[in-house]
């Protein structure tokens, strides 16, 4: 199942840390991040080592889902990536000229 858009928030209403788990998929300022492993607390994505990485696609026009959980996921097209919790690793869906497989990439 894919996950659904969180949009990053560092603190809640009373100034408390909000905590992100490994696996987790937020969007800060158009752009999505996957929680590789628990991220610092009020740590932004866009800070190196914070446990975020950005999840983008360089392509344009071509729709990219993101999926976490421990199981591939079964309807996907080639480009779509999915992040494993338990392993911390993220992997791609990928077209050769003669198969399609999950390669990891992080």
């Not at 492993?37 to 975020?52: N, V």
């Not at 990219?64 to 080639?78: A, D, H, K, L, N």
């Amino acid at each position: 199942m894919a996950s659904s858009p969180t949009i990053f928030k560092a603190a809640d209403a009373f100034g408390r840390c909000i905590s992100y788990n490994k696996g987790d998929i937020v969007y800060k300022k158009g752009e999505a991040y996957i929680a590789t492993r628990i991220p610092d607390l009020c740590k932004s994505p866009e800070h190196k080592g914070s446990g975020w990485e950005p999840l983008s696609s360089e392509r344009t026009g071509i729709t990219v889902t993101y999926f976490s959980g421990t199981s591939p996921p079964s309807r996907v097209t080639p480009g779509d990536e999915w992040f494993n919790p338990d392993t911390g690793k993220l992997y791609k869906y990928i077209s050769d000229t003669d198969s399609e497989q999950w390669v990891q990439i992080y």
